[in-house]
């Protein structure tokens, strides 16, 4: 008690049965299969065809917008086609490259070669990160050099790394910080540099020591930056709250940390920037937890992107009657349907359960138990009442909705867990992802509705 925190969040039991083990490794697999969805935003588009060869970190998509990313060939070898498959955040079809691997796994021309970055300008430090195709590798997945280029008139004071990891299960971050605690900070360097900020945080739950120490020493007698002890409490590392908690601003409703002067970054995406600049390797592996009470031998790898996941369960010793598989911890991550898919970079964790949780849902009581554990200071109870009423076609609903916050809501699940008529899954977390999928969809329409008819006035003007 004392640490520094934010009003509300949960106490699940933390279950890492993983803290303790070190990473490993993983061999490349005998074939991967790279999605081409690996961020928040577009998908990126596929620039290698069947019987190209390919090397590690070489370009095999190009980003399709602002909001992409690159994405590269995690190793050497032959382009065997370019499939559709599942993806695990949307459960959408997507493109992926296939790729046989050589046994070589050789670098591509210009990649794994030391650099010195310490008089590179910020726009070209952001360049070099945009071509490694880093996205936030805490699950969010956004294009990191587009977090790293702020409005003009959004000046960026400090930058936060976020090691809070406070999903239970997961210790990918937690490794990382005791084994690469020197990338890290590497990677904060950076982040500084090219956004100018003056300032930098390292925030870590206080359920890490060893992570603490390591950090700790790994930034000491670097000017402005500090790091700061956070309690142990669920969402602690959801970007707003960690912001909120780490220098008291709170982003505005619709808006962005870069509003309040802001920038926060996963620890597993500050080692990706550290990788990218001074030793130019492009994001083509990371570390993945993987564990639950279906896992005999759980633990943290580092593997591949495109690496097949079952893969990872035969490795951590997964039996095949296990019912419930998740990609991410249990309050935020995605239950999945099918075996078929593959390490993306925003794949945190991989949970495998005997039993999946059924609960027999009532109606709401009115107790007020999530509105005083809501990380947003929101009502999700009437939310989802409204959202009930939505999906029964009041389309008023989704406006009353956002007039009470809803775009606010971070789908962190406290609300669920602390429910005691159990109206988890269907009632509140789905009805409120529902939700906010319709109105930012209505809030499309309308914006594309009003460049119509500009064009249309514009147009009558000039006739």
């Known amino acids: 008690m004392g640490r520094a925190t934010f009003r509300g969040g949960i106490h699940p039991p933390t279950n890492k049965w993983t803290a303790d083990a070190a990473i490993e490794t993983l061999p490349v697999a005998d074939r991967l299969v790279v999605p081409m969805a690996q961020n928040l935003g577009a998908p990126s588009r596929p620039t290698v065809a069947k019987g190209d060869k390919v090397k590690r970190g070489g370009v095999i998509g190009r980003p399709d917008g602002l909001i992409s990313a690159y994405v590269h060939a995690p190793t050497s070898g032959a382009v065997t086609g370019i499939e559709r498959i599942v993806d695990a955040s949307t459960g959408r079809m997507f493109d992926a490259v296939a790729i046989e691997p050589d046994g070589e796994d050789a670098w591509a021309d210009g990649c794994n070669q030391r650099r010195e970055w310490t008089g590179l300008s910020a726009e070209t430090l952001r ?78 739950e206080a359920n890490k020591p060893d992570a603490i120490q390591a950090m700790r020493k790994a930034i000491e007698g670097l000017e402005g930056c500090s790091l700061e002890v956070l309690e142990t409490k669920y969402p602690q590392g959801a970007e707003k709250q960690l912001i909120l908690t780490c220098l008291g601003r709170e982003v505005p409703t619709g808006g962005l940390p870069s509003d309040i002067g802001a920038l926060a970054q996963n620890v597993g995406t500050a080692a990706a920037i550290a990788d990218a600049v001074t030793k130019g390797r492009p994001l083509t592996e990371r570390v993945v937890t993987v564990s639950g009470d279906a896992a005999g031998r759980p633990g943290n790898f580092r593997v591949r992107i495109g690496t097949p996941i079952r893969r990872l369960l035969d490795r951590a010793e997964v039996k095949d009657d296990f019912e419930e598989l998740l990609f991410g911890g249990p309050m935020m991550g995605k239950d999945q349907f099918t075996l078929d898919l593959y390490v993306k970079k925003g794949t945190s964790g991989v949970l495998v359960f005997r039993r999946a949780a059924v609960y027999e849902h009532g109606p709401c009581i009115r107790c007020g138990a999530c509105v005083r554990h809501c990380p947003s200071y929101l009502n999700p109870s009437r939310l989802s009442i409204l959202g009930e009423s939505f999906l029964d076609g009041n389309l008023a609903a989704i406006d009353d909705s956002l007039a009470l916050g809803l775009m606010d809501c971070i789908l962190c699940g406290a609300c669920a867990y602390v429910c005691p008529a159990r109206r988890q899954i269907i009632h509140l977390v789905e009805t409120l992802r529902a939700e906010r999928r319709k109105a930012l969809q209505r809030q499309r329409e309308k914006e594309q509705a009003q460049v119509a008819q500009l064009k249309r006035e514009v147009e009558k003007v000039g006739g």
Do not use: S, W
Not at 167 to 187: F, K, N, S, W
């Open 127 to 204: 360049k070099t990160v945009a071509e490694a195709g880093i996205v936030g590798m805490g699950g969010a997945t956004f294009p990191t050099h587009v977090k790293l280029t702020p409005p003009a008139d959004k000046p960026i004071d400090t930058v936060l790394v976020n090691g809070a990891e406070c999903e239970p299960y997961l210790t990918c971050d937690h490794r990382l910080m005791v084994e690469q605690a020197a990338d890290i900070a590497m990677g904060l360097r950076i982040c500084l540099a090219a956004t100018g900020a003056q300032r930098g945080i390292v925030a870590v």
